[in-house]
C-alpha cells in the first residue's frame, strides 16, 4: 500500500506565496501520474497539476490547469519521493483542500489533503 502525506498549507493573503509537499512512501512502480487536486466547499474536485510518464512516453510529462499556469510549479526532491507545489500570485479562488494522488495504471492512491486558504 502506497502512503502519501502532505505538509504545508495555512492561511495567506492574496498576492502571496505558499509551498505545499507531498511525501510518497516507498514503491516499485515505474510508471504512473502524481500531482494535485483540489476540492473546494460545495464544488467538484479538479487537477492542478500533475506529472506523469509510460511505458509508451518514458519522459516525464508536466501538466498544468488553465487557471495556475504561471502561477503554480511542480517540483520534486532528488533522491526522495517527495513533490512540491510552489505557489505564487496566490488568489482567493485558489482556497481549497489540495489532494496528492499518485496514480500508477490502474490504481489510485490518495493523501488526506492540506488546507490552503487565501484570504484578505
Known amino acids: 500500500q502506497v502512503q502519501l502525506v502532505e505538509s504545508g498549507g495555512g492561511l495567506v493573503e492574496p498576492g502571496q506565496s505558499m509551498i505545499i509537499s507531498c511525501e510518497v512512501s516507498d514503491h516499485n512502480y515505474r510508471f504512473g501520474t502524481m500531482g494535485w487536486y483540489r476540492q473546494a466547499p460545495g464544488k467538484a474536485s479538479e487537477p492542478v497539476a500533475t506529472?506523469?510518464?509510460?511505458?509508451?512516453?518514458?519522459?516525464?510529462?508536466?501538466w498544468y490547469a488553465e487557471s495556475v499556469k504561471g502561477r503554480f510549479t511542480l517540483a520534486g526532491c532528488s533522491g526522495k519521493n517527495i513533490l512540491y507545489l510552489e505557489m505564487e500570485n496566490l488568489r482567493l479562488e485558489d482556497s481549497a483542500v489540495y489532494l496528492c494522488?499518485?496514480?500508477?495504471?490502474?490504481?489510485?492512491?490518495w493523501g488526506r489533503g492540506a488546507q490552503v486558504t487565501v484570504s484578505s
Open positions: 506529472i506523469g510518464n509510460s511505458p509508451s512516453r518514458p519522459q516525464n510529462t508536466i
Open positions: 494522488v499518485f496514480n500508477p495504471p490502474g490504481i489510485q492512491f
